[in-house]
C-alpha cells in the first residue's frame, strides 16, 4: 500500500524520489482533539448572529481563516463578505468560547510519533490555520522542545488560508525544504487539498467524523485512521520512502 502510493506521487510530480526532511504538522485534530470544541464553539457565535453553521459543516471548514469562515457563511445569506467589524467581533466571541471549554487532549500517540521524527533528524514544522493563542501556548507544555518558533506557521502569518497551499509552502520555506523532501500531516479535507496543492506527499488522518472517502477525494495519497495508527506505521512509511525510487 505504501509503496503504490509513493510511487503514484513521484510520477505524478515528476520526482525520482522522497528525501524526508520535513514533516509538516496540522495542529486542531492532529496534535489536539480540539475540533468538537472549534464546532461547537462556531456553531454558537454563528447562532447568535443570525448566521447558519452547522457543526458538521464547521469540520469541512477546518484549516480556513477565521475570516474565510465567517465570508463564507455570511456571503451564502447576504451575497456579500460580512464588515470586518462584524468579522473581528464574531471572531473574537468564537474564541471566547473555545477558550471556556475544557483543555483539549492531545492526540494519543501523536507526542511518541513526534518523538521518533525529531530523533530521526527530521524537522517537525506547525501549520496550523488556527489564531488560538490558548492552544498555540499548550504546544509547549504538551509537546516540549518540539516545534521551534521559527518551524511554525499560524494564521497570523499567512494571507490566503488552506485550501490554498499558501500555509504549506511557507511551511516548506521555514524548513528549508522542498516539496519532494517533506510530509504533510493533515486531518481535515481542506487542509489534504493545501498539501496537495503545494506539491506535497500527504497523510490524512481521520480523527473526526467524517467518512475516509471525504479525505481520499480531496487527495490524500495515504489514509491512517487515527495518530496512533501513523506512529504504529511509521517504520514501515520510513523504509517505504527509503526504498521506492523511480
Request: proline share 6%; glycine share 8%; with cysteine.
Amino acid at each position: 500500500m505504501f509503496t503504490q502510493s509513493i510511487q503514484n506521487y513521484l510520477n505524478r510530480h515528476g520526482y525520482t524520489h522522497i528525501t524526508l526532511k520535513a514533516v509538516l504538522f496540522d495542529m486542531d485534530g492532529v496534535l489536539f482533539n480540539s475540533m468538537p470544541y472549534h464546532a461547537e464553539a462556531w456553531n454558537t457565535v454563528m447562532t447568535r448572529h443570525g448566521l447558519e453553521l452547522s457543526r458538521e459543516e464547521a469540520y469541512l471548514h477546518e484549516g480556513r481563516t477565521g475570516a474565510a469562515t465567517i465570508n463564507i457563511v455570511y456571503n451564502r445569506q447576504y451575497g456579500s463578505d460580512a464588515p470586518q467589524e462584524l468579522i473581528d467581533e464574531i471572531y473574537a466571541e468564537k474564541c471566547q468560547i473555545f477558550g471556556s471549554f475544557p483543555e483539549p487532549d492531545p492526540m494519543p500517540g501523536a507526542y511518541e510519533l513526534l518523538q521518533d521524527i525529531k530523533a530521526q533528524g527530521i524537522t517537525p514544522v506547525l501549520v496550523t490555520g488556527s489564531g488560538q493563542r490558548s492552544l498555540l501556548d499548550r504546544l509547549a507544555h504538551h509537546y516540549p522542545s518540539i516545534f521551534a518558533p521559527e518551524r511554525m506557521v499560524t494564521a497570523f502569518d499567512v494571507k490566503y488560508g488552506k485550501p490554498n497551499p499558501e500555509p504549506y509552502l511557507m511551511g516548506l520555506k521555514k524548513a528549508g525544504v522542498q516539496a519532494h523532501e517533506a510530509l504533510v500531516v493533515e486531518n481535515a479535507p481542506l487542509g489534504v487539498q493545501a498539501g496537495v496543492a503545494a506539491g506535497i506527499f500527504t497523510l490524512g488522518v481521520n480523527t473526526g467524523p467524517m467518512a475516509d472517502h471525504v479525505l481520499t477525494d480531496a487527495g490524500a495519497n495515504l489514509l491512517f485512521p487515527s495518530m496512533q495508527a501513523l506512529h504504529e506505521g511509521w517504520a514501515k512509511l520510513r523504509e517505504a520512502l527509503a526504498e521506492t525510487h523511480l
